[in-house]
């Protein structure tokens, strides 16, 4: 199976000698990316906060056959984030071809009853942190000749489906980023997009859609 699977990736594309780095990659929609990132030949590097769960994953792309390299980084934080891309910097000799924006959070709860706290660690995790790795990352993929970023949103960027009123503004607003790089750094051959899914099985919905499953079959 596995050696059907490499044949059938391997004639649609190869990303063989492109290099790549996935934020928050150890579950759900990252871990995926990673996965299909490495199965398709690209280098990869990829963060998560919890080293436990990390070290769990480097194991297993080893086994699988898969480059793929990571470090200890919560996204939220302006240092942790300037150290990561100087570690990838390092790893892939200045340059970078594919940077995914996976790293996301979310509180779900009626507007009125949002906190301070509560608003800005949405927005720090969900679109601040985007932000800065995109211009921390901007000389390595303007270095490869051939650069591509990835936004993962939401259909909650695009309209009203229960996550909050945070989330979804942090998402129109990734959204709208990505409109002005693609338009801004086009010169640079850098290539930017948005993928904006619906809800997807992971770890930080799994809860809400079983929740919704419920009421629909009650």
């Known amino acids: 199976m596995a050696n059907a699977e490499s044949s059938f990736k391997s004639s649609r594309w190869s990303l063989k000698g492109m290099t790549a780095l996935v934020t928050g990659g150890t579950r759900g929609i990252g871990q995926a990316t990673v996965e299909e ?3 398709l030949g690209a280098v990869v590097h990829t963060c998560s906060r919890n080293e436990v769960e990390l070290n769990k994953c480097l194991k297993e792309w ?25 570690e990838v910097g390092s790893k892939f000799n200045g340059k970078l071809n594919i940077l995914v924006n996976n790293v996301g959070t979310n509180i779900r709860k009626p507007t ?37 970023i ?27 980023l990505t409109r002005n790089l693609a338009c ?28 919704n499953l419920s009421l629909i079959f009650l």
């Open 37 to 39: 990132l490495a199965g």
């Open 62 to 86: 080893q086994s699988k056959g898969f480059v793929v390299s990571g470090s200890v980084c919560d996204a939220a934080s302006p240092d942790q984030r300037e150290k990561l891309i100087q």
């Open 184 to 211: 801004e750094w086009a010169k640079d051959n850098i290539r930017t997009n948005s993928v904006a899914p619906w809800y997807t099985k992971t770890s930080l919905v799994e809860r809400v859609m079983f929740s």
């Open 112 to 148: 009125i009853e949002y906190s301070a706290e509560e608003y800005s660690k949405i927005m720090t995790t969900n679109f601040e942190s985007t932000y800065h790795l995109c211009q921390l990352v901007y000389p390595l993929l303007k270095a490869s000749g051939v650069g591509s």
């Open 150 to 176: 990835v936004f993962i949103s939401s259909v909650g960027g695009l309209s009203h489906v229960g996550s909050g009123s945070i989330y979804g503004a942090t998402k129109a607003a990734m959204n709208q």
